[in-house]
């Protein structure tokens, strides 16, 4: 099974900027769905972000704008650019891929039907 591994994560003041890097293992990007997900302390995982096989993306309201999605086929790395950083912003991130069904995003609409997961990355926004 692929593995991804995130980074970039820290901490910030709000308003500030960090970006993500997600690696996968294997040469995946171009033939799965790669999804930003995150989970605040005592909320439920949510999807922020995703990005198709050719590259179309999706964002939740709360982060588009703000937010973009991104990846580098050749280095096999997705990452999620944040800015305009919030307290609200504060969470665990998580990267996630499947391709079981093709590399669409709209056949995966729960993120029970990702079966490869990252260990995570803290963000934390705090002044």
């Known amino acids: 099974q692929v593995q991804l591994v995130e980074s970039g994560g820290g901490s910030v003041q709000p308003g500030g900027s960090l970006r993500l890097s997600c690696t996968a293992s294997e040469p995946i990007l171009t033939t799965s769905c790669m999804k930003w997900f995150r989970q605040a302390p005592g909320k439920e995982r949510e999807g922020v972000a995703s990005?198709?096989?050719?590259?179309?993306?999706v964002y939740i309201p709360s982060v588009k704008g703000r937010f973009t999605i991104s990846k580098d086929n050749a280095k096999n790395t997705l990452y999620l650019q944040m800015m305009s950083l919030s307290r609200e912003d504060t969470a665990m991130y998580y990267c996630?891929?499947?391709?079981?069904?093709?590399?669409?995003?709209?056949?995966?609409?729960?993120?029970?039907?990702?079966?490869?997961w990252g260990q995570g990355t803290q963000v934390t926004v705090s002044s």
């Open positions: 996630a891929a499947e391709s079981k069904y093709g590399p669409n995003c709209f056949i995966y609409q729960e993120d029970k039907e990702f079966g490869s």
């Open positions: 990005i198709d096989g050719d590259g179309d993306s």
